[in-house]
């Protein structure tokens, strides 16, 4: 998918300042910065949108959006990532999480089978600490990962760039000789200009129109 679409994709400028919970933010939301694609602004809006995305908590898109005004990334895709987190996908997100908390709590962990969103909602602690290291985790391989695909963007596009830049000097080599062998083929083409010449010493030829004398 190219960059272009990807922008397409994203939630528009109305959508984001006409949403409610972010209605207090509003002022904050109309700063340019937030809306620029830059590497830099889209690095640290990646790392933010998969953070807060495995944050166990509803409306994730306030710290999103806080996030983003603060380290000033790209708001839209910051906003973005945090769709990933949702009703349909608690479950398949937040469960390894879970696992990873209570691992390193040393809670005995509910088998997979039974484990269901009101579950997790009762281990806070086992589910925020794998959470938070998961989403942290995420977050700064995201970051660089975006990081590298941009580089790895501009260096093909350095390399297009070259690439018809040598095109168009050859092309150009090409007519340039194309044009010089045309013009030297003229040349030889061309006939040469016949002069008339007298022998030395003989008198010019009189006139086709005979002179009448006078009576």
Known sequence: MRFESFKHRLPS?????????????EDHLRDRNLWHFTRRSLSRATAIGLFCAFLPMP????????????????????????????????IPLFTPAYLLGANLLGVNAMPLEQITFGFLGSQLAALWLGCLIVGSALAT?????????????????WKDRRRRHRIRAALKKAKSKVVSAAHKHRIRASPEPTSTSHPPGAAPAASSSPVQGRE
């Open 13 to 25: 400028r109305e959508d984001i300042l006409n949403t409610k919970c972010l209605k207090f933010l």
């Open 59 to 90: 409306f994730e898109m306030l710290p999103a959006a806080i996030g983003a005004i603060v380290f000033r990334a790209n708001l839209p895709v910051s906003l973005a990532w945090v769709w990933i987190s949702n009703p349909i996908t608690w």
């Open 141 to 157: 391989l995201g970051y660089w990962t975006v990081r590298v695909l941009w580089r790895i963007k501009v260096i093909r596009v």
